[in-house]
């Protein structure tokens, strides 16, 4: 079993469209979570980061961490076609440990 | 003012040859990062290195070998190329626990 699960997609929604993207774990050491947008040929972007549990809210993205089941999640609000790209959950435990990256969900808004 | 520069972009080299990448970092971070990713887009880490000294090697074949001069480099020497290298490679950083930043990403070839 990967540390990281992520559904590669891809994923079509309409433009307007609510956006859901997901990642499951399997250790519980991780406490930073974060998701990266790579647009095609280009370098992961940081998009959102969350410490622990919670929620986080940033414009039309919200981050969502549940440690208990742990499940993280990415909502995207009114989609707009320049949202396709690949995104990519990554999480890592405290101190100087690696960054784990799930598989990315490659995402195609459709005008 | 780009934050990870690394550089070449793309690299195409034949069988056998030996080669480098070289990263830059201007954010001030301590912590240095190579990661690999295939052509299925999965992203995993090579090396890190937290002001100057590595922390992280994973199981990389040692014809790769990271050098960093100081800690705002962190430079990839590839021995003896072979076919099955072809990839991205992206450096990044990052300070103490936070979030870390990607390059825009060097795309080797080996033919």
């Known amino acids: 079993q990967k540390e990281v699960e992520q559904d590669p997609g891809p994923l079509s929604v309409p433009e307007g469209a609510i956006v859901s993207l997901n990642c499951t774990y399997s250790n519980s050491a991780f406490q930073y979570f974060m998701w990266y947008r790579q647009y095609s040929r280009k370098g992961p972007e940081l998009l959102m980061y969350t410490y622990s549990s919670g929620n986080k809210e940033d414009g039309r993205f919200t981050a969502q961490v549940d440690k208990s089941s742990k499940y993280i999640s990415l909502f995207i609000r009114d989609s707009q076609p320049s949202d396709s790209a690949t995104y990519l959950c990554a999480m890592r435990a405290g101190g100087y440990q690696k960054v784990t990256f799930g598989t990315g969900t490659k995402l195609q808004v459709i005008p | 003012d780009t934050a990870v520069s690394q550089t070449p972009k793309y690299l195409v080299t034949q069988m056998g040859n030996d080669k480098s990448i070289k990263c830059e970092q201007n954010?001030?971070?301590?912590?240095m990062y190579w990661y690999k990713q295939d052509s299925k887009k999965f992203l995993k880490i090579m090396f890190s290195?937290?002001?100057?000294?590595?922390?992280i090697n994973e199981t990389v074949p040692n014809r790769f070998s990271p050098k960093s001069p100081d800690k705002a480099h962190l430079n990839l020497h590839i021995n003896s190329l072979e076919l099955g290298d072809s990839a991205v490679y992206f450096c990044a950083s990052s300070q103490e626990e936070r979030w870390t930043f990607f390059g825009q990403g060097t795309r080797l070839t080996v033919v």
């Open positions: 290195y937290n002001n100057k000294e590595l922390i």
């Open positions: 954010l001030g971070h301590d912590t």
